[in-house]
């Protein structure tokens, strides 16, 4: 079981920018593919950036070239850095953990909002 925990959520003005955190614990980090989602109100969730165990990156098309997702495997933490931030980026962020084949975790979600 890895536990996840979220942070650097807050208000921001459109244009700005925010870094969120997820630390993660109890399994091998490394062997860890990282993901951030989101959930905007009345919405479903949807993925945002994955990252891979060799550090290979993905995005959705909303937030390419706005968002960067970068891991640490020392501290065994994901981050995701959101520039140019819009008001449709508001929503409450989720980190997520897969170890293939073995187990999905997610945190408790940090809530971003974008003001205009």
């Known amino acids: 079981q890895v536990q996840l925990v979220e942070s650097g959520g807050g208000l921001v003005q459109a244009g700005g920018s925010l870094r969120l955190s997820c630390a993660a614990s109890?399994?091998?980090?490394?062997?860890?593919?990282m993901s951030w989602y989101r959930q905007a109100p009345g919405k479903q969730r949807e993925l945002v950036a994955s990252?891979?165990?060799?550090?290979?990156?993905s995005y959705s098309d909303s937030v390419k070239g706005r968002f960067t997702i970068f891991r640490d495997n020392v501290k065994g933490a994901v981050y995701l850095q959101m520039n140019s931030l819009k008001p449709e980026d508001t929503a409450v962020y989720y980190c997520?953990?897969?170890?293939?084949?073995?187990?999905?975790?997610w945190g408790q979600g940090t809530l971003v909002t974008v003001s205009s």
């Open positions: 990252i891979t165990t060799g550090g290979s990156r």
């Open positions: 997520n953990a897969k170890l293939v084949l073995v187990s999905e975790n």
């Open positions: 109890g399994s091998v980090f490394s062997a860890l593919i």
